[in-house]
Nanobody, 119 residues
């Protein structure tokens, strides 16, 4: 089992910045990737950014150039630096992790943290 705890959400004006943190604990071995999804009211959950155990990063087109994902301690702590925030970035942000335990992949989710960007 992997536990994910997020922090860092809040209210910010458009153009401002926030940094989200996700701390993974428990059986963190064999985590292949960790990152962030978000879900706005009435919309589907979407990938924001993730980072693999090899350091490869992946971003949604809507956040490229504005958000940066980074890690420390392997994949046990992950940050999402969000700059130039827009009202359309308003959503609940969820940390997730994918773990490979042969022969299957397991997905884990945090409880979510609210990000609200005012215009």
């Amino acid at each position: 089992q992997v536990q994910l705890v997020e922090s860092g959400g809040g209210l910010v004006q458009a153009g401002g910045s926030l940094r989200l943190s996700c701390a993974a604990s428990g059986s963190t071995f064999s985590i292949n990737a960790i990152g962030w999804y978000r879900q706005a009211p009435g919309k589907q959950r979407e990938l924001v950014a993730d980072i693999s155990s090899g350091g490869s990063t992946n971003y949604a087109d809507s956040v490229k150039g504005r958000f940066t994902i980074s890690r420390v301690n392997g994949l046990n702590t992950v940050y999402l630096q969000m700059n130039s925030l827009k009202p359309e970035d308003t959503a609940v942000y969820y940390c997730y992790a994918k773990q490979y335990i042969a022969p299957i992949y397991l997905d884990y989710w945090g409880q979510g943290t609210q990000v609200t960007v005012s215009s």
